[in-house]
């Protein structure tokens, strides 16, 4: 099983600022990686897939990058609303055995 | 717009089978190149893929939990259903049904029910 892990477990952040979380993979998983945000009480959504590609309607100031074992989400300039828990999964298993990280929390400081 | 909604019991008694489905709307679940997944996640932490299965009606579950998992297609009605059974009190979270996209990746989710396993 690849174990993915993310960091820090909580960031804490003014709005207007930049946020950057990390995620690791135990092994590679090429490109093969997506981002989801959570907020309470709601289903995780959609975000980055393929490591880099935003999924329909995200806003530009959501980015992701690396490749590999390496990952990163950047936002840009956070808005109110992009205070949530952000998870990492990969994709990469034949057959699938998908797998998260254990969040970041995004918090307003 | 394609709406996925889970139903089913909200609490099961330890050692029973939980039995759960999504209704999907909005869309067929007979299309080709999507499969259809349950995900759950435990009050207070994170997610955890329990299987799919595809629009051909294979299946592919988690190895931690396939002895217990049966996922199932009804395509007269345009849903799937999850079946754990033996439940403890560590079944017990949000379970989610969710679209596997073309990109492998979950687009779609349903609003998530939370199933409680307790005598």
């Known amino acids: 099983e690849i174990v993915m892990t993310q960091s820090p477990a909580t960031l804490s952040v003014s709005p207007g600022e930049r946020a950057t979380l990390s995620c690791r993979a135990s092994q590679s998983v090429s490109s093969n990686l997506a981002w989801y945000q959570q907020k309470p009480g709601q289903a995780p959504r959609l975000l980055i897939y393929g490591a880099s590609t935003r999924a329909t309607g995200i806003p530009a100031r959501f980015s992701g990058s690396g490749s590999g074992t390496e990952f990163t989400l950047t936002i840009s300039s956070l808005q109110s609303e992009d205070f949530a828990v952000y998870y990492c999964q990969q994709y990469n298993n034949w057959p699938p055995l998908y797998t998260f990280g254990q969040g970041t929390k995004l918090e307003i400081k | 717009q394609l709406q996925l909604q889970e139903s089913g019991s909200g609490l099961v008694k330890p050692s029973q089978t939980l039995s759960l489905t999504c209704a999907v709307s909005?869309?067929?679940?007979?299309?080709?190149?999507?499969?259809w997944s349950w995900i759950r996640q435990p009050p207070g932490k994170g997610l955890e893929w329990i299987g799919y299965i595809y629009h051909s009606g294979s299946t592919y579950y988690n190895p931690s939990l396939k002895s217990r998992v049966t996922i199932s297609v009804d395509r007269s009605k345009n849903q799937f259903s999850l079946k754990l059974s033996s439940v403890t009190a560590a079944d017990t979270a949000v379970y989610y049904c969710?679209?596997?996209?073309?990109?492998?990746?979950?687009?779609?989710w349903g609003q998530g029910t939370l199933v409680t396993v307790s005598s």
């Open positions: 909005g869309g067929s679940i007979s299309s080709g190149g999507y499969s």
């Open positions: 969710a679209r596997e996209g073309s990109m492998a990746v979950f687009d779609y």
